[in-house]
Each structure stands twice: as C-alpha cells, then as structure tokens.
C-alpha cells in the first residue's frame, strides 16, 4: 500500500493568514494527488483533483501544487467557513489511501 | 446534480454482517465514467477505503479486510451495497458511499451524507 503522511497533524491561524499543508507519499504517484475538505458532522468534498485542478465552485484561494512524491495545499487569506480538517488522497493505485489529516483551527 | 443516499442498520451485533445500501439519484450506476465506493471512518479518526465496484460487477477490495467485503450493483434498482461480515467493535464507524470518477482523472467527486453503524452487542 502507499502511505500518505500530512504535515502539520494540526495547525492554529488567523482568519487572513496564508495555511500551507504538506503531504507525502511513500513512492511515486505522479500528480495522482487530490485533497478534500471535511468539517465536523460533514462528508469530505474535493477541492483539488490532480494535483493542483480546482474542482468546480471551489475558492481560488484554495490552490495544490506538487507531483511525484510531495505535494502541498495552499490556503491564501483563510477564511471562517476554511477551518475544518484536510485530507490528502492517492489515486495512483488501489487500494486507495488517505493521509491522516490536518486539523486547521482558529487562533 | 447526482445525490448518495446510505441505508442499513445503525446497530449490528459483534459478529454478524454488516449490510448497507447506497441508492443513487440523478444519475445513473450504470455509467462508465465512475466507479462505486465505499469508505469509512471511525469516530475522531481518519478514512479509509474499503473499495468499489463497476457497473459491470467488477470489484476491488482493500486487503486490509481479508476478504470479509462483498460489494454489488443493482442496476435495476440504481443502487449499490456492502457487505462485511464478522462485524467487530473496529468496524464502528461512519461509512459513506461515494462516486469515484475514474476517466481523465481519479477523485470521489460525491459523497452520501453518511450513516453511523455500530458494532455492539
């Protein structure tokens, strides 16, 4: 299986901050790399897909950049509605694995 | 806009099966642009995949689960199912049914709101 390991596990900013979230995999997954949301009570939905494509509806602040093995989150002028926690996901192979999260919360 | 709905038992004896059902609205099973998936999540914790199925009947299961999952699809009913057998107190969790869009690209694209089961005697 390809492990997927997110740095910080938790992190505390301030509405306006710029949040970076780093997340690596255990080998090389190309740019099959996409990152959900997940607030308390909610399903997860997708923010970014391949890496760094937008899904539709999502904010510009949110942006991915990376490929092979490490990749990151961007979070530009955080927001209220932005603090919950994030996942990163492998979708170069099955089975299908997830980082642990990053718990993004207010300072 | 496709919609995800799980049903089953919220509570399901140490032991037994664990069965839910995934009925899907405004699109269909049927399509070969997504797979059908099923991940879980034990309360505070993380996710985990248990796998999918195709519409063809093709599946691929995460072997973490050593061959306790069976997943189907019914077409007929626009629906898609689980089953894991052996339930244990480790398979408390909240479990989603999820689209996996697997053409260009591969990320679940749609989530069900999610149902809480718990193993419990």
């Known amino acids: 299986d390809i492990q997927m390991t997110q740095s910080p596990s938790s992190l505390s900013a301030s509405v306006g901050d710029t949040v970076t979230i780093t997340c690596r995999a255990s080998?090389?997954?190309?740019?099959?790399l996409n990152w959900y949301q997940q607030k308390p009570g909610q399903a997860p939905k997708v923010l970014i897909y391949?890496?760094?494509n937008s899904q539709s509806g999502v904010p510009s602040r949110f942006s991915g950049s990376g490929s092979g093995t490490d990749f990151t989150l961007t979070i530009s002028t955080l927001q209220p509605e932005d603090f919950a926690t994030y996942y990163c996901q492998q979708s170069h192979s099955t089975p299908r694995t997830f980082g642990q999260g990053t718990k993004v919360e207010i300072k | 806009q496709v919609q995800l709905q799980e049903s089953g038992p919220g509570l399901v004896k140490p032991s037994d099966t664990l069965s839910l059902t995934c009925t899907v609205s405004?699109?269909?099973?049927?399509?070969?642009?997504?797979?059908w998936s099923w991940i879980r999540q034990p309360p505070g914790k993380g996710l985990e995949w248990i796998g999918y199925v195709y519409y063809t009947g093709y599946t691929d299961y995460n072997p973490s689960f050593k061959g306790r999952v069976t997943m189907s699809v019914d077409s007929s009913k626009n629906q898609f199912s689980l089953k894991l057998s052996s339930a244990t107190a480790a398979d408390t969790a909240v479990y989603y049914c999820?689209?996996?869009?697997?053409?260009?690209?591969?990320?679940?694209?749609?989530w069900g709101l999610g149902t809480l089961v718990t193993v419990s005697s």
């Open positions: 999820v689209r996996d869009y697997s053409e260009l690209y591969r990320y679940f694209d749609q």
């Open positions: 405004g699109g269909s099973v049927n399509s070969g642009y997504y797979y």
């Open positions: 391949d890496a760094s």
């Open positions: 080998q090389f997954i190309s740019r099959y």
